[in-house]
């Protein structure tokens, strides 16, 4: 047995203690680094001087309603018309359209389809004749889903059938109930569903809207109050008297809330069946009776509908697609947009009152060449590169017929 300190110092004196010491290996004490490992801390401390907001990132796929990442919930009794208004909100982010008026980041998008799932072709038929639209990359899902189990499955499923480049912007899962193998008024069972909906949005760096029922309280959703709490925001729909469908920004944590969007439902046929009759179904627009922006002067009380959706759908154009051009030879150069992006916005907010989808196309065509004879005062048109381009004047109108035969509008029309 070895001695220890005291013994040594017994049998042998000071000078035995003193030689045993000596032979021992030093203790260094290591200085901590400045530096700090960041590979072998999962918990890094971020000093108040270096966090900064980051202005190069659009935390939005719709400014102001859906936010870029975590989940959120879309709620609302019994056919108000929720399911119909999702799948509208998905295809224009699906095409990266605005959306009554808001910005709109184009990104794929998943819809998880587990009720109705028998009618969503023909609701996705509607919006494809309806918009003349050929493809979009928005990806229908009817497979059952238990997302607390599935989770994992259905990130990978996802990443293998969306090419490796892209992710998708938002999976939507309609609804949670079905969606939910247990039950939603249980705090460790909703716990579970939302640690998975939050584990798809991360894994995927998407949104995911979970559509959702409301309960016996219809002022609030269905189950428990940790749901709301948890997502980046919440919308609540209701239907009208008169049967538009009213989505008001409820709750929400990174933009205002109380902001409300009001659409209509539209009927139009998608086809016909074997027995030969029509297949007909929904389609979401934007209502006649939603606010429109305040306009200077008497245009607003005195202008027909007609001309008012002409001037909304131009000024989208515009902001979108238009372009700074010299339209007229030896004219001003002016901000002017292409004539088919403006007929591309118009057919989407003219209501035709026509179900069948051809008949309907037609009108609005009728109406859109209308008023490009009859145009307003304030808005000129010309031919440039075999192009029809619209763009705003003073108060005479002028257009490509109002050009002497050099080409070049009359001084008096160069007012913009």
């Not at 001695?3 to 004196?13: C, F, K, R, V």
């Not at 969306?162 to 008024?185: A, Y």
């Not at 469908?245 to 969007?261: M, Q, R, S």
Request: glycine letters at 6%; one cysteine or more; charged letters at 25%.
């Amino acid at each position: 047995m070895k001695e220890d300190a005291n013994e040594i110092h017994l049998n042998g004196g000071a000078a035995a203690l003193r030689a045993q010491t000596d032979k021992a290996t030093r203790f260094v004490r290591h200085k901590q680094s400045k530096t700090p490992n960041k590979k072998t801390q999962r918990f890094l401390l971020q000093q108040f001087a270096h966090i900064k907001v980051n202005t190069n990132r659009r935390d939005y796929l719709v400014k102001h309603l859906l936010a870029s990442t975590g989940p959120m919930v879309i709620w609302g009794p019994p056919k108000c018309g929720k399911s119909f208004w999702a799948v509208d909100l998905g295809l224009h982010i699906a095409l990266g359209w605005k959306y009554r008026g808001r910005r709109v980041q184009q990104a794929p998008v998943v819809y998880i389809a587990l009720e109705g799932q028998h009618g969503m072709p023909a609701r996705i038929e509607a919006f494809r004749r309806y918009h003349h639209i050929a493809d979009a990359p928005f990806y229908l899902v009817t497979s059952r889903l238990n997302l607390i189990a599935d989770a994992a499955q259905l990130i990978k499923d996802i990443k293998a059938q969306i090419p490796t480049d892209i992710t998708p912007g938002v999976v939507f899962i309609d609804t949670l109930n079905r969606s939910l193998f247990g039950s939603e008024s249980k705090d460790e069972d909703m716990a579970k569903y939302l640690a998975a909906a939050e584990s798809v949005a991360t894994n995927l760096d998407c949104a995911v809207a979970i559509v959702h029922h409301c309960g016996i309280d219809a002022s609030r959703p269905r189950g428990h109050t940790s749901l709301t709490g948890s997502v980046e925001s919440q919308l609540a729909i209701r239907k009208a008297r008169n049967g538009d469908v009213i989505v008001t920004v409820e709750c929400a944590k990174d933009f205002p809330e109380g902001a409300e969007i009001t659409s209509r439902l539209e009927q139009v046929t998608v086809g016909t069946d074997l027995d030969g009759d029509d297949i007909t179904t929904l389609v979401v627009l934007p209502s006649d009776s939603a606010p429109q922006p305040q306009r200077s002067g008497k245009r607003a009380k005195t202008e027909p509908r007609s001309i008012r959706t002409f001037r909304e759908a131009m000024g989208e154009a515009m902001e979108a697609n238009g372009k700074d051009m010299q339209v007229l030879d030896g004219g001003p150069v002016v901000r002017a947009v292409d004539s088919q992006y403006v007929r591309a916005e118009f057919y989407r907010r003219w209501a035709s009152g026509e179900h069948d989808v051809k008949k309907a196309t037609q009108a609005r065509e009728k109406a859109f060449q209308r008023l490009l004879k009859g145009l307003p005062s304030d808005i000129a048109t010309a031919i440039k590169h075999d192009r029809e381009w619209l763009w705003n004047v003073g108060p005479t109108r002028m257009n490509s017929r109002d050009t002497n035969r050099s080409g070049r509008t009359p001084n008096t029309t160069d007012t913009s």
